[in-house]
């Protein structure tokens, strides 16, 4: 029993610990600090006069991704050198002084908006200051000693970072978990709207069209953070499967989620309860309604997810998750299908029986195709 509970409780915490990557960030961060601080301590002098630049370093470059890590690195020792060459530039010419600190902030600034330093630009300002500031009288000695164990610090958190790579799937897979459910309560609330209250309130749609936004954008970050963490990571080959399924999954969710806001979008412009003339009219809002509750089952179905994954500290599984569609799982899908196809059918009768063009509903026709064709690919 206790063993039971004992592993229940470790379950738990790994859960946790793979659903917050910045828990693992601060350790690694912790890690690296801890170590470049014990370098700097030891090192020849002037080294260990100035050991906490060391600690300043391993921070820079303890970032959520490998490839960030050697290029913010790579990138904040470019901005640092720049800044101390400043300094010394401006110290050469003029005294210590309200001028000379001012010229060297003013220079420094300019050279941080150069796009080689992406956001690591404000270290060229900070480093200048530095130098400026507490290197004077010994400028050769406190450069050397600050860049020395600055870059010493990056290199020992880009290790850091190298031996324990965060692959932060499982985040991701959250984010596009809540994406899914955001779209398919949407298309469920949209058939129900249609079917028992008729056109749309144009204002509560605009509201609720704009609502997912932010989840659609949390979504599409948190991919494209766990598709740079997988750059020059030896363990995205060990989970390379499902790396790619999680990309084919973002793919799916983006494109669906184009298709549901360009669906609102139509229906709230031409199935207005303000307009005099709809583009559906009560013929065909029940087929478009049966055709969105199709949908939001094909999604569920077609893009069923384990969310536990990979991440700093993650689990070995067996790499399904996130592909849409397939076996057993076809079923919904092809029913969407075939309520497209009969929607299409019934304005197709509609137009020949009336002599009206319904090209609004043809619209929506061709865009729920789309959201057919991309969860059956």
């Known amino acids: 029993m206790r063993g039971g509970s004992w592993r229940r409780a470790t379950a738990a915490a790994h859960r946790a610990w793979v659903r917050h990557p910045r828990w693992s960030l601060a350790l690694r961060g912790a890690v690296a600090v801890a170590l470049a601080w014990l370098v700097g301590v030891v090192a020849p002098a002037p080294f260990n006069e100035y050991p906490y630049y060391a600690p300043l370093g391993a921070v820079i470059a303890t970032t959520t991704t490998v490839a960030r890590s050697v290029r913010e690195s790579a990138q904040s020792v470019a901005a640092l050198l720049l800044g101390a060459a400043i300094a010394i530039a401006v110290d050469t010419v003029l005294d210590p002084g309200v001028l000379s600190l001012a010229l060297v902030v003013g220079i420094a600034l300019l050279c941080a908006g150069w796009r080689v330093f992406g956001s690591m630009g404000s270290w060229v300002a900070n480093a200048a200051i530095f130098v400026l500031v507490l290197g004077e009288g010994q400028d050769a000695e406190y450069v050397g000693a600050f860049a020395g164990l600055v870059v010493v610090g990056t290199a020992i958190g880009t290790g850091v970072n190298l031996l324990a790579p965060p692959l932060p799937l499982t985040p991701s897979e959250l984010a596009l978990d809540r994406l899914r459910d955001g779209l398919v309560e949407q298309l469920d609330d949209l058939a129900r709207w249609l079917s028992d209250e008729g056109p749309l309130d144009a204002d509560e749609w605009e509201r609720r069209r704009h609502a997912l936004n932010p989840t659609i954008e949390g979504a599409r970050t948190a991919v494209a953070q766990a598709k740079e963490a997988s750059r020059g ?46 583009a559906l009219g009560p013929r065909l809002r029940p087929e478009l309604a049966d055709a969105l509750g199709s949908f939001a089952r094909a999604l569920e179905s077609g893009d069923a997810d384990d969310a536990d994954g990979a991440d700093g500290a993650d689990d070995a599984d067996d790499g399904d998750g996130g592909d849409g569609g397939g076996g057993a799982d076809e079923g919904p899908v092809d029913t969407f299908a075939r309520s497209v196809e009969r929607l299409r059918q019934v304005i197709r009768e509609a137009r020949e029986q009336s002599g009206d063009d319904y090209l609004v509903a043809g619209a929506l026709v061709v865009t729920l195709g789309r959201g057919a064709d991309v969860l059956t690919r």
């Open 233 to 278: 990571n030896p363990r995205a080959r060990r989970y390379g499967e499902r790396v790619r399924a999680q990309q084919r999954r973002a793919e799916v969710l983006g494109t669906t989620s184009e298709v549901v806001d360009e669906v609102v979008s139509l229906l709230v412009q031409w199935e207005d309860a303000g307009r005099d003339e709809v």
